[in-house]
């Protein structure tokens, strides 16, 4: 890198920005309730007819989604980080922004969309009658597992760009001397 700043986003274009990037983060969040709903009244009914129609949801919701909700979050937060004077690596509360973006993109991609395509699965593969949690397996518990750990992690996401907590990044400090990198700062 040559050392140069990215231009900045003219008003209306940061407006625009932001605008695309809060309604794609609270869509993300509203699908992981909607998955969370539909793992609990999954897990909690025994009614097969239930089971089915609410794993096939999320077996549809969560792979179609999920990933492109998370991935415009990504990409938009960039876009914000790079064209408005709080960075992409500058402040603490942008990196742990980012931190969890990156993370809970990757948990989607690699475990969760594998999770809800197999709950699918195995409610399309038997006959209605036969359909139960021992069918099922315990998908049930992974999909509100994860489905509540990525919306207290987003709603943590939201408050972090409300509140910017912690300062910046990369300012020495007494505690740290000599490292370059000061330690997230609790403020009150």
């Not at 509540?148 to 910046?168: D, E, M, N, Q």
């Amino acid at each position: 890198m040559t050392g140069r700043r990215l231009p900045r986003l003219s008003p209306r274009l940061r407006r625009l920005v932001l605008t695309v990037h809060v309604c794609v983060s609270v869509a993300w969040i509203g699908l992981e309730l909607v998955l969370a709903v539909l793992g609990a009244v999954g897990l909690l009914s025994d009614d097969p007819q239930t089971l089915r129609s609410v794993y096939v949801a999320a077996g549809l919701l969560g792979p179609a989604m999920l990933i492109p909700f998370g991935a415009a979050t990504l990409v938009s937060g960039l876009l914000l980080g790079w064209g408005t004077k709080w960075g992409v690596l500058r402040h603490w509360w942008v990196a742990a922004k980012l931190a969890i973006s990156v993370g809970l993109l990757v948990a989607v991609t690699v475990v969760v969309n594998g999770r809800l395509r197999e709950a699918s699965d195995r409610a399309l593969e038997g006959r209605v009658e036969d359909l139960g949690q021992a069918a099922l397996g315990a998908v049930g518990h992974p999909v509100i597992g994860s489905s509540a750990a990525a919306v207290a992690l987003l709603v943590a996401a939201t408050a972090l760009s409300i509140y910017k907590p912690w300062g910046r990044l990369g300012r020495p400090s007494a505690s740290s001397p000599g490292t370059g990198y000061s330690a997230p700062h609790h403020s009150q």
